[in-house]
T-cell receptor, first 111, second 114 residues
Framework: QKEVEQNSGPLSVPEGAIASLNCTYSDRVSQSFFWYRQYSGKSPELIMSIYSNGDKEDGRFTAQLNKASQYVSLLIRDSQPSDSATYLCAVRSTNAGKSTFGDGTTLTVKP | GAGVSQSPSNKVTEKGKDVELRCDPISGHTALYWYRQSLGQGLEFLIYFQGNSAPDKSGLPSDRFSAERTGGSVSTLTIQRTQQEDSAVYLC????????????FGEGSWLTVV
């Protein structure tokens, strides 16, 4: 079992719809959770971080964390074609110190 | 500098040659990562440096790969006797110490082994 698992996709949604990206992790002591976006041929860049159970909203993006279920998700409202990218989930625990990335979910938003 | 700086940005080398890839992290960042990403694939963890602690080398794919970090700043990833399967983009990233700190990526070094 991978430490951080994501559905590879591709996930395709129409413009204006809600895109839902999911991530599960295996290390129960994980403390910090991050969502990165990576455009084709570019480096990953941070979208959001979340540390506490519940929802965290930033503009069109909402991160949801459920530590009991070891699950973190990213919702993108009013999806735009410019949101088309690969979304990487990253998890950091206190023990290891380093962040572990999932393999990413490729999102395509169709006009 | 303002961001993570990597060099060279592109490197074409012949099979069997050694290559060195350099990473200059953001000033003050104690954590430094190297990842490899093949076309269309996810990030493959290679090595992690954190301050003065022993590096986590668990991701290095073979003994042809090594990395060092001098003075807690600049890092060099060395690939000896390159093979065609080493062709990928090598990403360096850095962060401040601490559980909630963001990882910042460089633009990567694109390696092609011919």
């Amino acid at each position: 079992q991978k430490e951080v698992e994501q559905n590879s996709g591709p996930l395709s949604v129409p413009e204006g719809a809600i895109a839902s990206l999911n991530c599960t992790y295996s290390d129960r002591v994980s403390q910090s959770f991050f969502w990165y976006r990576q455009y084709s041929g570019k480096s990953p860049e941070l979208i959001m971080s979340i540390y506490s159970n519940g929802d965290k909203e930033d503009g069109r993006f909402t991160a949801q964390l459920n530590k009991a279920s070891q699950y973190v998700s990213l919702l993108i409202r009013d999806s735009q074609p410019s949101d088309s990218a690969t979304y990487l989930c990253a998890v950091r625990s206190t023990n290891a110190g380093k962040s572990t990335f999932g393999d990413g979910t490729t999102l395509t938003v169709k006009p | 500098g303002a961001g993570v700086s990597q060099s060279p940005s592109n490197k074409v080398t012949e099979k069997g040659k050694d290559v060195e890839l350099r990473c200059d992290p953001i000033s003050g960042h104690t954590a430094l990562y190297w990842y490899r990403q093949s076309l269309g694939q996810g990030l493959e963890f290679l090595i992690y440096f954190q301050g003065n602690s022993a590096p986590d080398k668990s991701g290095l794919p073979s003994d042809r790969f090594s990395a060092e970090r001098t003075g807690g700043s600049v890092s060099t990833l060395t690939i000896q006797r390159t093979q065609q399967e080493d062709s990928a983009v090598y990403l360096c990233a850095s962060s401040l110490q601490g559980i909630g700190n963001t990882i910042y990526f460089g633009e990567g070094s694109w390696l092609t082994v011919v």
